[in-house]
C-alpha cells in the first residue's frame, strides 16, 4: 500500500468514527464528539492525526494530528530493565518472559530492538490508538466513577492470547501501523483539553510501553491528571514496584486461574500475575481484575472457586472483579459468546466468598452492573453499560448506612 | 535490489541463445511443462536436495567470482532437475508471465545475508526463462539495503523492497498455532516465490534454513520464536499462501556459520562455497542443519541439543500434521556435485 493510499484510508476512516454512534468494544474519538468539535481538535496546530493501520482499515484510529511521522528516530529511546550480555545480546528483565535478544532482533513483544547491544524501546510517544472513555469502559467501577478516561496505545504486546479483542494493534510491529507522535506533555495537554480526569493505557499492553507510560503519568499529575493501568499484569516486580510510584490505579486482567489456560492460550504464565496482583496490594495500589470467561476454556466451577479463594485470601475482600462475557474474536472464533450463566455461576462463587464487589460485565442492564453497599446491600452506584446513573457514595462511604466503600471516588 | 539496469544484456542474450539451442538438442526429461507441485519428490519417490560447491568460489577470500557462482548455480539447477541445460531446468520451476519473488534473507547484513551475487545470478537465468517480473524482498527496506540491495518499488524488471513497502494481507491467516498476516507481496504480487536462505546458525531455534526463513513473510514473527520456534515454524509454511507458491529453495551456503546467529558473527563463519538446492524445504533444512552439526563437533563444539536449541520444528514439519517434507535420510537422496 502506498502512502496516498494510507492517507486515502485515514480520511474514510476519520468520516466514518464521525459520523457513527454505534458502541464498540474501542470507540474512538469521533464517536464521542460532534463533527464541529471533531474538526476544531483536528485543526489543532501540532496535533497528529494517527493514521489508517498499516494492516488494514478496520482498526484505522485516528487521532489528532499531524503528518505521519518522518521518521522512527523521534519514537525511538533506550529501553529500561536489560542486561547487556557478551557478543552483543541482551536479555529482557521488563517481564518474566526475559527473552534474549540477538542483535538486530526483537523481544516477543515486537516493540523492543536490540541495536549493537543496545535495547530500545521502539513506541516511546508512538500512539496507535487514542479514544475519550468512559472509566466504566476499562473497566473501573471504583476508580472515579462517572468521570472519562484519555484512552491510549502503542502496537505491541508481551502475551498473545487468542481471545484478543485488540489483536489488529496489540499484535502488529510498530511500523505496521501509521502511529502519531504524542509526547507525554502533549498528551497531558489533550487529556486535560477533553476534561479527562485521567490518562488510561490500554488496548494493547502497556507494560511495553513501560517507559513512555510511566513519564505521560508524570506529566499528567503535572495538570492534575491521574493515571489509570490496564494490564494483564504480566511484568517483573522490579518495574511494577517503580512503576507504583508513577499512577494511581491498576486493572488487572486475569485471564483464567490455571496455568493450562495461560500456556495453551495467553502464551504467557499464571503465577507471575498472580505474584503481581499481590504486590499491587502491597503497595496500597487501587486494584480491579477482569476476569474474561471463555466457555469451555476458563469457565469450570473448581477454577471460579478457586479464584474466589484466592483473591479472598491473599487481596482481600475489597477488590472489584468483574467475570466479563467473552466475544469470539481473532483466534476463537469457534467458540460461542458467554452464556449468561456461567458468568452468573462465576459471581455465584465468588459471592459464596464473601467478595464485597462482584460485577457481571458486558451484559449491559445486568443487576451486577451495580455497586452494592457490602453491609445494607442498597445500590450505591448505578449504571447500565457504561454509563452512572445514581451514585450514592459520600466521602468514600454508604450514603444509607456510612459503611465505606473501597474505592477512589474523589479527585 | 536494482543493480541490473537492463532485463537482458547482449552477453546474457547470447548465452540464453546458446542455452535454448542446447535445450534443443536435450533429452525427453527436458521439455517445457508446467511448474511441478512443489513438494513433488523426485522420480525415485525421494527428496533431493544438491549441493553444489567450488572451492575456488573467492579467489581474493571474501568477494564472490560472479562466474564461478553462476557456473556453481547452473550446475545445481542442472542436477536438480535432470537437465543438460541451466534454462531446461529453470523453466521446469517457472512460467513466462510469472512474477517470480526471490525471498531473501537479510538480517545479518552486508555480513552474511543472501548475497546480491547469487540474486543477480538468478535473475540472469529468470529472465532468460522468459520471466519479466521479478520482485526480490524481505521484511524491511532498511534490511534490504544493509545486505547491498538497493530498494527498487516501482517499474517493470526486477522490483526490490520490503514488507514495509506493501504490508501485509488484512485477512488473517491461521494454522496450528499460528494466527498471521501474511506479506502482500507473497499473496497479491507473486506467482511463484523462490527462497533463498543462508546457511547458518540461531541462537533461539537452532537453525535458520528454508522453513525459518518464511517468518519474513509474515507480520508478527516476534511471537514465534519461543520454545525453540517449535511447532510456529512448522505451521507458518502451512499457511496456504506460503504452502502454495514457495517452489524451490536455494541456500545461499557460499559461507556458512555455525554459531552466533541470526547476527553475523565473522569468527564462527566458515567458507562452504557452495549452494543447496531442493524443493523440500524439510530436507534442504536436515540436511543444513547436519552440515552445522558437522561443523561445531569438527570445532569441538557441544551440538544444538546439547545446547538447548535443537530444531525440532524440523521433524515437526515433518510429520503427519503438516507433511511439508521429510526428515527421514532414508527419503532423501542427497547429491553433491
Known sequence: MSRKENSFNLEAALRRQVGTTRASPTQSIGDHLDRRAFLKVSALPCLAACAGAFVGARHAVPLLASPAAESDAQFITEAKFYEKLPYKKIKCKLCPRECVIDDQERGYCGVRENRDGTYYTLVYSRVVSAHVDPIEK????????????????????????????????????PEQARSSHVPPQKLAALAQQYRCTSIAYTYSEPVVFYEYMVDCADAGHALGVKSAVVTGGYIH????????????????????????????????????????????????????????????LNDSDEEFRGLARWVRSELGLDVPVHFSRFHPEYLLKNLPPTPLEALERAKAFADAEGLHYVYIGNVPGHPAENTYC?????VVVERVGYTVGAMQVRNGKCRYCQQPIAGVWHL | MGRRSEPTTRRAFLKSGFALGSSLLACSSCKSEAPSRPLAPASNGKSRIVIARDPKLRPTGASLDSSRLLRVLDRAMQTMYDCDSPLEAWKKVVRPGEVVGLKVNCLAGKGNSTRPELVDAICERL?????????????????LENARFRIVERGSGIRCFGNDTLGFD??????????????????????????????????ITGVTLALKSMFGAVHNPNKY???VGDPYVADVNMLPPIRQKVRLTICDATAAQYEGGPSYMPQWTWPFNGLIVGRDPVALDYTGWQIIEKKRAEVGMKSLKESKREPTYITTAADSQHRLGTNDPKRLELVEV
Open chain 1, 138 to 173: 476499562k473497566p473501573f467501577f471504583h476508580f472515579l466513577p462517572g468521570t472519562q478516561a484519555f484512552s491510549i496505545a502503542t502496537a505491541g504486546c508481551n502475551v498473545n492470547c487468542k481471545m484478543c479483542q485488540n489483536w489488529e494493534i496489540s499484535q502488529i510491529r
Open chain 1, 237 to 296: 516486580a522490579d518495574p511494577l514496584k517503580k512503576l507504583c510510584h508513577h499512577v494511581d490505579a491498576i486493572k488487572v486482567d486475569l485471564k483464567a486461574y490455571s496455568e493450562k489456560f495461560y500456556k495453551e492460550v495467553v502464551n504467557g504464565e499464571l503465577k507471575p500475575v498472580l505474584n503481581a496482583l499481590v504486590m499491587l496490594r502491597k503497595q496500597g495500589m487501587w486494584t480491579e481484575i477482569v476476569y474474561l470467561v471463555v466457555p469451555t
Open chain 1, 374 to 378: 457490602p453491609k445494607c446491600h442498597k
Open chain 2, 127 to 143: 529472465q532468460q526463462a522468459g520471466i519479466k517480473d521479478i520482485v526480490i524482498w524481505d521484511r524491511l527496506n532498511v534490511d
Open chain 2, 170 to 203: 488484512p485477512e488473517l491467516a491461521t494454522f496450528g498455532s499460528v494466527g498471521s498476516l501474511v506479506a502482500r507481496t507473497l499473496t497479491q504480487v507473486c506467482d511463484a516465490v523462490i527462497n533463498l536462505p543462508v546457511l547458518k546458525d540461531h541462537g
Open chain 2, 225 to 227: 520464536h519461543v520454545n
